[in-house]
């Protein structure tokens, strides 16, 4: 059967009629096809994004309006489907833009602004209206209210996913209860096999939101998470992006549409952390990769026989010889002055003499003259052999050596400082004079010297081949890398001036060439102030709000950039108390405070967490990788103006090397204080058993001794706390007329110093306290309070009288258990 490719050609206007069948799709039509890009790709997971999409929506509008966040989901069983219900109190919606915002894909107010925001690309929520019509046919339904109207807005919507437009069914307004803020129902083919999923994403939610207060009601749940701070999120502002990083494409399209005429102007008014100073360090940096550098040489010395002097008076003619002797001696002087010198810083002191003379003699020094003058000068410094017009000869010939210039005793000394003292001076010595034969070669047609790095390097690797193959001696990588560099170190970066923007625009090399400036520019960090990153006090505050653990930690990193978007990576860790003893650690991973529910094990965090070797940290890690085990729960937190996540779904951080390392320097940062928590941990389990079997030997002893020795049983808390460096508190009672006096004496037996806050607890009211205590009654009972500040084998005294029928009770804090003797 003939394919219908196969006749293409046979028959005329083939090619039109294919270009009309040809035609572009909105957005809307492409993810109506491709929903579980979107994360809508089952009944289960569709319900758990819609309220993922709803809640994040919510947030961002409440914080923006600086109001701290109240956020109600309901979803009801509705025969076959699922009604969601998410109410916010935000600032609501105008009539004009609420259409929008639920109707239509890609609207949206954060796409282009350089700062962090849960949702970014204006697809969410209108992509969950999309979802709901698909599978239930019926609109969304929305009400909305601006503070001080006084009705609300309702209208029923879907997406035309013809035109990528809402297509309104019912406008009207309305009254509501609620003063300001948004509710959005949606009806959907759902249902709740991600039961689990979807209460882990509302109380991760109130872990990174503690700000935030969030309620679930569903058929078989319903969960309320109160806020736990009153302390909204630092308010973001819009940033430039910042130079590293940014592709080369990127700032193609930047210097296109670039106001600026200059490429200081351009860096600095188009960059983030760029002033002056910074823009010309680029601009250098790119001149180098652009220009190239050029060699710098060492004039002669005093004791060399070269005659700068006469070489400038030969080279310098009809300008009478007063002048020529000032012009010729003004040159010499000034460049013996150089400890080493240009070609371009050559015509510069040239310029400088001729300029000088010219005033003081009223002769004129012409273009010729001053470029004879350079000419001269610049062939005396470098001593330049003439080239050799034999490619294939060897340039480490016998009469080279013996007619060694000042060019290659200069290249000489560099290579001789750069490289192994293992290599023999002869075959510095040859490679030397091959270097310079290659520099020589150049002499004519380039005689500044002018080379890029790369040239550079090309220079070498071609003279240490050729003295690998003629001297049968190794010129490694190493030694070839440490010629370069030291070359290089001593070369000058041209103060040519840049290209223009208009010229930049056209020339993508030479855009490269600044793009590479930029990256190896050192440029101070991108500011903070795009970004509201958690803080590591709220990290375990919502930790603390939601698992009930023994420890808890955390960190803050300090911004990065990647793609030149700064981002800040956060860290916690909550171990022990009643987090499940069995199975894996939980992760929690979060972006721009939202948690990421899906896609685990494609997730940089997750990849991140289980290359950590965590028996390091004091957990059971078998088989030394993947994730540890144990009552542990990890979090991580990736705060970004734009987090780069793996697809449009935003279920998981894409592996970029930048952001991988810093996910595990914070990880390791709050990992090593729960490594010394275990392991003070494990201390004191020692240090208590030990206890344990003293207090259990020691009383046993004492009964016995006294029964030899015929005396009283000795007391073995003194003891024990001695044995044990303990500190040893012990109240000591005396009678004191119709009372008695009383001392609460704090032995420190450790080896640091330590500080207590001790309070007493007394039925009757004490009087003739020691200075630094303070009483308080409370309901017939009084609280001395007494902060000691005890060294190492010192003592220290509280004291006060009290009635004889007073009973006590002594509470200690500040020293842990293990290492507190108590006697009452």
Partial sequence: MTSFQSTLGEESGIAEELAESQQAISIAEFFEKNKHMLGFDSGARGLVTAVKEAVDNALDAAEEAGILPDIYVEIQEEGDYYRLIVEDNGPGLTKESLPKVFGKLLYGSRFHAREQSRGQQGIGISAAVLYSQLTSGKPAKITSRTEGTDEAQYFELIVDTDDNEPEISVEETTTWDRPHGTRIELEMEANMRARQQLHNYIKHTAVVNPHARLELREPKAHFKFERATDQLPKETEEIRPHPHGVELGTVIKMLAATDSQTVSGFLQEEFTRVGKKTAESVINAFR??????????????????????????DATANKGADATAAFAGAIEDEVADFDRIAHYELR???????????????????DTVRENAVNAVWLELIDAAPADDDDAADPAADDAIESESRLVTDLYNLADDATSTRKDDEVIQAFAVRLGGTFEDETDDDPRHRLTHTTLREYVDRAAELTEEYDDVAFGDTARENVVEAIWGVMATVPDDPPLVRELEGDRDATSDLVDGMRATDIMAPPTRCLSPISDDLIQAGLEKEFDAEFYSSATRDAEVHGGDPFVVEAGIAYGGELPAEGSANVMRFANRVPLVYQRGACATTDVVKSIGWRNYGLDQPGGSGLPNGPVVIMVHVASTNVPFTSESKDAVANVPEIEDEIELAIREAARDLKSFLNKRRSMQKRRKKQNVLGTILPEMATKVAEVTGRDEPDIDDAIARIMNNVLVERELEQNGDGQAVSVVVENNSSTNETLEITDIVSAEPAGLSDGATVVEMDGEWFIKWEADVSSGDDAVLEYEVADDASFDLDVKGVETEKLTVKQ
């Fill in 288 to 313: 180098d990769r652009h220009y190239g550098r050029e060699m710098r040489w060492q004039p002669p010395a005093s004791h060399e026989s070269v005659d700068l002097d006469a070489a400038v008076t």
């Fill in 348 to 366: 510069e002191v040239v310029d400088s003499a001729a300029d000088d003379v010219e005033d003081e003699h009223g002769t004129t020094f012409g």
